[in-house]
């Protein structure tokens, strides 16, 4: 199993422009999570799909931040435009795969080596 | 509120020494509780969990954490530490409770340095 792959792993942008960054979850995994870690605050939680569906976007900080997953095998965070308050280092994490179809509290999460975003 | 408290930003202990990074929780249902580890530019990793059942858990890489209710406590211990244990370490907890939006709810992290 290859794990959760994040791409690309470092981005270096200049403010204003479009940044995306792509997750494959691990096959089988039914819950996809996007999360932001910061020195100052930590790991946030931004978005969760489950099923390809999203459940709960309240932690996405702006319009700015969109996220998609259009199917089971791929998602997408995209900021547009870009700040240098995103700077962050982004993660996705998966979990699941017990066969069930809602969100399985017990399942621990699995993470990608997420992408490190510096923006000027 | 829910809340996760990891007390102490930095623990330092010696090759060999036991080792224990705390942590504390509030949450007004059952809690699950789970234990992660990050080593430099990468993800975190899961230790261990506990859902139910044995307060005492043991997960990967010799780790141990015991549930204390009384305490609201998840403490995560190691017998005998070794360099490699050098990481950041996330203590993380889900509400359980009935109405509860059930989101995991980390700690800020405690950076574990086993010196040699």
Redesign the interface.
């Known amino acids: 199993d290859a794990g959760?792959i994040q791409s690309p792993r470092h981005e270096v942008t200049e403010m204003g422009q479009e940044v995306t960054l792509r997750c494959k979850p691990i096959s089988g995994h039914n819950s996809l999570f996007w999360y932001r870690q910061t020195m100052m605050r930590?790991?946030e939680?931004l978005i969760y799909f489950n099923n390809n569906v999203p459940i709960?976007d309240s932690g996405m900080p702006e319009d700015r931040f969109s996220a998609k997953m259009p199917n089971a095998s791929f998602s997408t965070l995209k900021i547009q435009p870009s700040e240098p308050r995103d700077s962050a280092v982004y993660?996705c994490?998966t979990s699941g795969g017990g066969g069930g179809f809602e969100?399985d509290?017990?399942s621990?999460?699995?993470?990608?080596?997420?992408t490190r975003l510096t923006v000027t | 509120a829910q809340s996760v408290a990891q007390p102490e930003d930095q623990v330092n202990v010696a090759e060999g020494n036991p080792l224990t990074v705390k942590c504390t929780y509030s949450v007004s249902g059952n809690p699950?509780l789970?234990w992660?580890v990050q080593y430099p530019?990468?993800?975190?990793?899961?230790l261990l969990?506990y859902?139910t059942g044995d307060n005492l858990v043991k997960g990967s890489y010799g780790f141990e954490a015991e549930f204390n209710k009384s305490q609201t406590s998840f403490h995560l211990k190691k017998p005998s530490a070794l360099v490699s244990d050098s990481a950041l370490y996330?203590c993380a907890v889900?509400d359980?409770g009935a109405g509860n939006?059930?989101?995991?709810i980390?700690?800020?992290?405690t950076s574990l340095a086993v010196n040699p």
Do not use: C
Request: net charge positive; proline share 3%.
């Open positions: 959760v930590g790991l939680l709960d993660f994490a969100l509290y017990n621990p999460l699995h993470f990608g080596n997420g | 699950y789970f992660y530019n990468r993800g975190l990793q899961f969990k859902i996330f889900r359980m939006n059930r989101k995991l980390w700690g800020l992290g």
